[in-house]
């Protein structure tokens, strides 16, 4: 009895163990949305959390077996790329130049690749410290072996200082890349080619089986800075080390949220999107100094500086869940942020490695800086972002894609309260305004600034400037001017004051809406929805309007639509789940009093739109920004408003949910009796006290705590839907 009872103990203590050391790596899969819907891929990048060097093999998508090249460095997220590396083999003829590795199998992770070639000759692995890279290349067959290098940009060049030192250096966007590499083996051989502006090199290192190690560093300062970057962090040719060391960063960074239950499927689809809510912001700073594109100088620096940010992507999801899981980054990016005003004068949009990119609309910075001092960050200086987010406002361009001050534009804005429109057909006459694509954005443009106004007003006291409240309080009204209340609809005016006839709010498209329709953008008034509800009528009313968004017809066939609007892909009626503008409108029915809409229509759209396989990202995943939605809707909530910290409960897919916050404390939800049929929300409690209320606030989630759901199969209508249950909108 004692040896049977000793066999049992000894076994449940390596369970324990097994459990303990089980790594939530297993469950990352980055092939998952590797073949775009209508739209981009997503990249299996391999990179240590948020930082500077990041590495993918270079195909059109995951279906594609040919891998063009590995590029050194994602400059900037599907914008820019520094220089190429692929081993290839064989005779040298003209091929060589752009022969390609054609894939028999590959393994992918963020902190490790492998791929080998069809034919057997080649097989390559890679993996990667913050500013380095190293690739082990294994030769077979005895046939001439080589390193292609190239550079990927203009006025490029690639120099060879001995048989085993690699450097070079390129332009891109007004700037320089530069780097450094070392080989384990001697370059037998060179050979040079120029191709359309790019420079090749190929590098002959074995005319037999071979393993050639290839370890480098990038720099956007020096290739004495690459030099010293790689000295810092690759110090000898131990690969299974580096792999080692960067597989345990990653683990520690996917256990801060641990989850059980669902399925294994679900597992793999949560983990693997949170693994890409850290491709970006990326930290530049090299060991002390970083090169700023804001101002063209190399600055002496200790503390990070982080680019490659689309905001109007990454403010509604993305920077909300950093905001919880580490806010002393977050914080970092926002001084960033405000460096970056020091440095130009102007707040970025796009705050790229290149410098600022004026993409999309809206005062983004001034809804992420407000959001994160509403949940308690304080480590930046709020006067200088809010000197920043009120010169945005009031003396740059609103215009789409467009960067610096003011037009006559902008100018007809702050005096009338809205953007005017063209009638269909008219000939723009404003000349900064993008005439081939973009167009003026006329409704888009209100309604985002009207949110970003009212978020400008909530900082405003904070700032010390008080008398500012009641200015940005009345902008934030703006909204109002472009709903026609007889149509139910967001609706453009011309300049003089007309509804724009003729005007159908579902084909309309980007002289008014970006990159949606106004359907869409019918919910897009963040920060005033009881305002909203009273133009269309009342909750009722409202109501009954959200139900029909998901049931609308296109009117037409889908390709036709989609050559109007190529971004409203994850169609669902008239709800578009592959893109930013509608990641808070399935948990409106939270403010209209019927909370199990929410749980009945999230549980849907994960379980339609994200698929553990190549084709499980509906849109654009735009480097974490849709991923962030779905971390947050697996778990059971989101914010709608960033700007006011309230979380709205929507319906977990797990059982156990525990985030493991950064003051040493959890946040715990528990979904009792939760299944796939089980969706709906039966009672709540938090931390043991009834909550009747489809929401929690920041400060709840903060001080550590455990929220219950009792979860069943048919939905309990009473539960959250009283008048007082609504969460909390925009403050006046």
Same mark, same amino acid.
């Given at each position: 009895m004692r040896h049977w009872t000793l066999f049992f103990m000894l076994a449940s203590v390596q369970c324990i163990g097994q459990q303990i050391t089980t790594s939530n790596l297993q469950y990352v899969d980055p092939t998952i949305g590797g073949v775009g819907i209508i739209l981009e891929p997503v990249r299996p990048t391999v990179q240590l959390p948020n930082c500077m060097l990041r590495v993918y093999p270079f195909k059109k998508d995951q279906l594609d077996d040919q891998v063009s090249h590995f590029p050194l460095n994602v400059a900037s997220h599907r914008l820019y790329w520094n220089f190429s590396f692929l081993p290839v083999s064989g005779g040298l003829d003209e091929s060589i130049w752009t022969k390609k590795l054609t894939v028999e199998s590959?393994?992918?992770?963020?902190?490790?690749?492998?791929?080998?070639? *069809?034919?057997?000759?080649?097989?390559?692995?890679?993996?990667?410290? *913050? !500013?380095?890279?190293?690739?082990?290349?294994?030769?077979?067959?005895?046939?001439?072996?080589?390193? !292609?290098?190239?550079?990927?940009?203009?006025?490029?060049?690639?120099?060879?200082?001995?048989?085993?030192?690699?450097?070079?250096?390129?332009? +891109?966007?007004?700037?320089?890349?530069?780097?450094?590499?070392?080989?384990?083996?001697?370059?037998?051989?060179?050979?040079?080619?120029?191709?359309?502006?790019?420079?090749?090199?190929?590098a002959h290192v074995a005319d037999e089986s071979a393993t050639v190690g290839i370890r480098y560093a990038i720099s956007y300062i020096s290739a004495e800075q690459a030099k010293y970057n790689l000295q810092q962090e690759i110090k000898n040719w131990d690969f299974a080390a580096l792999k080692t060391r960067a597989y345990k960063i990653w683990d520690k960074e996917l256990s801060k949220i641990q989850v059980t239950g669902g399925s294994l499927d679900q597992k793999k689809v949560f983990y693997t999107a949170l693994y890409r809510c850290y491709e970006r912001m990326v930290n530049i700073n090299e060991y002390g100094k970083y090169y700023s594109a804001y101002d063209h100088q190399v600055h002496n620096d200790n503390e990070p500086f982080y680019v490659d940010n689309w905001l109007w992507d990454t403010y509604r999801a993305l920077e909300p869940l950093h905001i919880i899981l580490d806010p002393e980054k977050e914080t970092a990016k926002i001084h960033s942020y405000i460096t970056m005003y020091e440095q130009t004068g102007w707040m970025p949009s796009f705050a790229l490695v290149f410098g600022d990119w004026p993409a999309m609309t809206g005062n983004n910075a001034a809804i992420w800086i407000t959001d994160a001092w509403m949940k308690g960050l304080r480590g930046f200086n709020a006067k200088k972002a809010y000197e920043g987010m009120r010169k945005g406002s009031l003396e740059s361009t609103l215009l789409p894609w467009n960067n610096g001050p003011a037009t006559s534009l902008d100018s007809f804005y702050n005096e009338h309260g809205y953007m005017p429109g063209l009638a269909p057909g008219a000939r723009e006459t404003v000349k900064q305004v993008d005439t081939a694509w973009e167009k003026r954005q006329a409704v888009s443009v209100t309604l985002d600034n009207s949110y970003s106004d009212w978020c400008i007003a909530q900082l405003a006291p904070y700032a010390g400037?008080?008398?500012?409240?009641?200015?940005?309080?009345?902008?934030?009204?703006?909204?109002?001017?472009?709903?026609?209340?007889?149509? /139910?609809?967001?609706?453009?005016?011309?300049?003089? /004051?007309?509804?724009?006839?003729?005007?159908?709010?579902?084909?309309?498209?980007?002289?008014? +809406?970006?990159?949606?329709? /106004?359907?869409? +953008?019918?919910?897009?008034?963040?920060?005033?929805?009881?305002?909203? +509800?009273?133009?269309?009528g009342g909750k009722k009313k409202a109501e009954e309007k959200l139900d029909q968004l998901f049931r609308e017809d296109a009117g037409l066939p889908k390709f036709k639509f989609w050559q109007i609007f190529p971004d409203a892909s994850g169609l669902t009626g008239q709800f578009v789940m592959g893109n930013e503008p509608s990641f808070h409108i399935p948990y409106l029915y939270n403010y209209l009093g019927a909370p199990w809409k929410t749980q009945k229509r999230i549980r849907m759209l994960l379980n339609t739109w994200f698929p553990a396989n190549l084709f499980g990202m509906p849109g654009d995943e735009d480097g974490g920004g849709m991923s962030a939605f779905i971390v947050f809707s697996m778990m059971g909530f989101f914010q709608v408003t960033p700007g006011v910290p309230v979380y709205n409960i929507g319906s977990p897919v797990f059982s156990n949910i525990t985030i493991q916050l950064p003051n040493g404390k959890q946040f715990r939800i528990t979904a009792q009796d939760n299944s796939k049929e089980n969706k709906y929300i039966q009672e709540a409690s938090l931390n043991g006290i009834a909550l009747n209320k489809p929401w929690f606030t920041h400060e709840a989630l903060a001080k550590g705590g455990v929220l219950k759901l009792q979860m069943g199969p048919v939905a309990n209508k009473q539960w959250g839907s009283g008048d007082d249950a609504a969460p909390p909108s925009g403050i006046r």
């Open positions: 590959e393994t992918t992770t963020p902190y490790y690749y492998r791929v080998t070639s *069809e034919d057997g000759a080649d097989e390559v692995e890679y993996t990667t410290a *913050e !500013r380095s890279g190293f690739f082990r290349v294994s030769f077979k067959g005895n046939e001439a072996h080589y390193l !292609r290098f190239g550079t990927l940009n203009q006025n490029g060049a690639l120099t060879v200082a001995d048989k085993r030192t690699i450097s070079g250096s390129e332009d +891109f966007a007004g700037m320089k890349a530069y780097f450094y590499a070392e080989l384990d083996k001697d370059i037998l051989d060179l050979k040079r080619k120029e191709e359309g502006g790019r420079q090749l090199l190929l400037r008080d008398q500012d409240r009641a200015l940005f309080l009345r902008r934030s009204e703006y909204y109002k001017n472009v709903f026609r209340t007889d149509k /139910g609809f967001v609706w453009p005016k011309d300049k003089n /004051g007309n509804w724009i006839e003729p005007f159908d709010p579902k084909l309309a498209g980007r002289e008014y +809406f970006t990159e949606l329709n /106004g359907y869409t +953008f019918n919910w897009d008034v963040m920060h005033d929805w009881p305002g909203l +509800f009273q133009l269309m």
